[in-house]
């Protein structure tokens, strides 16, 4: 390697898995709090003598606060830093969750305080997928993503048990958020103490020490001691040759997390020397750049192929509950199977481990893809520096094997419609989840990190078009669940669902790899010019 290039990052291997790990578990209220909550829908309708349309409503309303909170924090987080945004959002997620545990039996209240945990805990996942942009290359961010979504993927098989089986043992849903409440204070802490600031406008490529709110407490605790030793030493002061001995031999505080890479890391890079500073710039956020995100056709395409996966499971997860259920369906005609609140916990662990077996696969897929699509293009791989994704047919890697997954997936929702509707032996349903559910992940995790990649100068504000993308779509599909279902049977919707996802997905990859490349150069020029 040349000696004027600077490493894209100085997070090494071994810091930078350590670091999404953290993210997998912070990412949890994400998943966790809405996956939590499907066991509680009867039990909630019952509670509050609303119907079981008006609990859905609950669903539809967290989805749209899901969509539009991150457009406001991630742009945030890409001026402010990702530090102080964590914290500000788990405050926020914490303080709701603390309500939830407190209030009952009413209906405006829940309404309201389920919008303010989804406006807290929504942005953890465009912000993680920010980070991991901020700390690897593209060739890399497969394998990186890979453990942190994993572990997000964790909150779909754990949810469901723990609120069947606290409602089972107490026939309260305050114990659901109780449990919340303890992960927000948890993940507060650990925010606070050991999660150190990655944004590259505030930190550059980790060469930038961090300073004030930027520090993690940790460090400010360390630096406290230091300077209390320091003082205590004054009275009789070291000679100077000895006080510079001591300040060489004394690690920086805000590095001691991380280790140096082997290369050379004098010159930084360009986006280090022109504006990172250690601090960030507190603006007002913006939501706008996010929207017009979702306006480029290119960016479009990726988030709608990101989208409609993401809606479909949703439609899947919500249809659990009534299905599985006894009492009160959202289907008049439909006898569920009479299980009880845990044993309906249990049947969302079928679509949680191919959530969990679709993610290690996605991670794997992506760099594989982007390996071979590097081949024919002939491009070698810069795994320091990273690669001119401008120059690199990024949308051809990403897609590589869509059209096969996504035809062959449509069988699957088809027929999980019609076994549904014929009642057939629970085992072959949670076989079908557990397809769907890596189906899903696969195309819905690929298209994100696209969407990531086609903006690598504003990723959390491009995670953030995401964001509003899929939760808009899961929130319009569930809102029209219940009533397709009354009309139509289980077995019409998920037909109607399976062809119109693999016709408009087909399509859109079609499209993208054709015209995606060619369209992103174009807004590129357009910007710069």
């Not at 400010?220 to 031999?249: M, S, V, Y």
């Not at 020397?273 to 056709?297: D, E, M, Q, W, Y």
């Not at 199977?337 to 290690?360: D, E, K, M, R, T």
């Not at 002939?378 to 990273?386: H, N, T």
């Amino acid at each position: 390697m040349d000696s004027s290039q600077t490493p894209y990052t100085t997070w090494t291997a071994r810091n930078r898995t350590a670091l999404v790990c953290l993210l997998g578990y912070l990412a949890l209220a994400s998943s966790l709090t809405a996956n939590i909550y499907f066991p509680l829908l009867e039990l909630l309708a019952e509670r509050y003598r609303v119907s079981t349309q008006a609990v859905n409503l609950t669903i539809t309303l967290y989805m749209v606060f899901q969509g539009i909170a991150p457009s406001f924090w991630s742009p945030l987080s890409d001026t402010f830093g990702r530090r102080p945004v964590y914290l500000a959002t788990f405050s926020i997620y914490t303080t709701a969750s603390l309500g939830l545990s407190i209030v009952d039996k009413s209906y405006p209240a829940l309404l309201l305080l389920r919008a303010m945990q989804s406006i807290g805990g929504s942005a953890v996942l465009s912000l993680a997928y920010a980070v991991v942009a901020d700390v690897t290359v593209h060739s890399e961010r497969g394998r990186f993503l890979a453990p942190m979504l994993t572990a997000t993927n964790i909150g779909p098989c754990i949810g469901p048990i723990i609120g069947g089986g606290t409602v089972l043992a107490s026939g309260d849903p305050r114990w659901c958020f109780r449990a919340l409440l303890i992960f927000g204070a948890s993940a507060v802490l650990l925010i606070g103490f050991v999660q150190s600031e990655t944004a590259r406008t505030v930190v550059g490529n980790g060469a930038v020490p961090a300073k004030g709110l930027w520090r993690t407490w940790l460090s400010l605790l360390f630096a406290w001691r230091e300077e209390r030793k320091g003082n205590e030493t004054e009275i009789c002061p070291l000679p100077d040759h000895h006080q510079q001995e001591r300040q060489q031999e004394q690690p920086d505080l805000e590095n001691q997390t991380r280790e140096k890479p082997q290369q050379s890391t004098a010159t930084r890079t360009a986006d280090t020397a022109s504006f990172a500073t250690g601090r960030g710039k507190l603006i007002i956020p913006n939501p706008l750049p996010s929207l017009r995100i979702v306006f480029h056709p290119d960016s479009f395409l990726a988030l709608w192929l990101a989208g409609c996966p993401y809606a479909l499971w949703f439609c899947v997860q919500t249809s659990i509950t009534p299905i599985f259920g006894g009492g009160r369906n959202s289907s008049d005609s439909y006898q569920g199977y009479s299980f009880n609140p845990l044993q309906v916990g249990c049947c969302f662990l079928a679509g949680g481990l191919g959530i969990i077996a679709g993610g290690f696969i996605a991670g794997w897929l992506m760099d594989r893809n982007y390996r071979h699509v590097a081949r024919e293009a002939g491009l070698a791989i810069d795994r320091v520096c990273g690669d001119d994704v401008a120059q690199f047919p990024i949308e051809r890697a990403r897609s590589r094997w869509s059209v096969a997954i996504l035809c062959v997936s449509a069988s699957f929702v088809v027929g999980y419609g019609w076994v549904v509707d014929r009642h057939a032996h629970p085992a072959v349903l949670l076989l079908l989840q557990g397809v769907l559910g890596c189906k899903c992940t696969l195309v819905h995790q690929t298209y994100s990190a696209l969407v990531v990649d086609v903006f690598p100068q504003a990723t959390g504000t491009a995670a953030a078009a995401n964001n509003i993308t899929r939760c808009g779509l899961a929130a319009a599909a569930v809102a029209m669940l219940d009533p397709l279902v009354r009309a139509l049977g289980y077995g019409w919707v998920f037909t109607l669902l399976g062809l119109f996802d693999a016709l408009s997905c087909v399509l859109a990859v079609i499209t993208l790899r054709k015209w995606g490349h060619g369209w992103r150069n174009k807004r590129s020029e357009r910007l710069k010019g």
